[in-house]
């Protein structure tokens, strides 16, 4: 009943920036928090940054800090994932997610997108 899709994955050369993109659909879709996680080749699973529906609380992981921002379009129902200055390390699939569990505990999340790949170049 309820869908997540991400869009804007793709190649960048270090330094460049992406714009990632998650829309939910369904009849009831709406949840007070969505984020981000990401897991690069051979690693876990990790957060990358959540905001609340209220736009009050924004989170983004120390290490993307000054580079990464997020936002949503509540009308839209869509969150984004501004990537600034990327980095060969930001190299990941990155998966949006809706629930309390968004900031921070998958075991919380309601629902994942498939993901979308993100891969930066040296």
């Known amino acids: 009943q309820v869908q997540l899709v991400e869009s804007g994955g793709g190649l960048v050369q270090a330094g460049g920036s992406l714009r990632l993109s998650c829309t939910g659909s369904?009849?009831?879709?709406?949840?007070?928090?969505m984020g981000w996680f990401r897991q690069a080749p051979g690693k876990e699973r990790e957060p990358v940054g959540c905001?609340?529906?209220?736009?009050?609380?924004?989170y983004v992981a120390d290490s993307v800090k000054g580079r990464f921002t997020i936002s949503r379009d509540n009308a839209k129902n869509t969150v984004y994932l501004q990537m600034n200055s990327l980095k060969p390390e930001d190299t990941a699939v990155y998966y949006c997610?809706?629930?309390?569990?968004?900031?921070?505990?998958?075991?919380?999340?309601?629902?994942w997108g498939e993901g979308t790949l993100v891969t930066v170049s040296s």
């Open positions: 997610a809706a629930g309390s569990g968004a900031c921070g505990n998958p075991s919380q999340v309601d629902y």
């Open positions: 369904g009849r009831t879709f709406g949840w007070s928090t």
């Open positions: 905001i609340t529906w209220g736009k009050v609380t924004t």
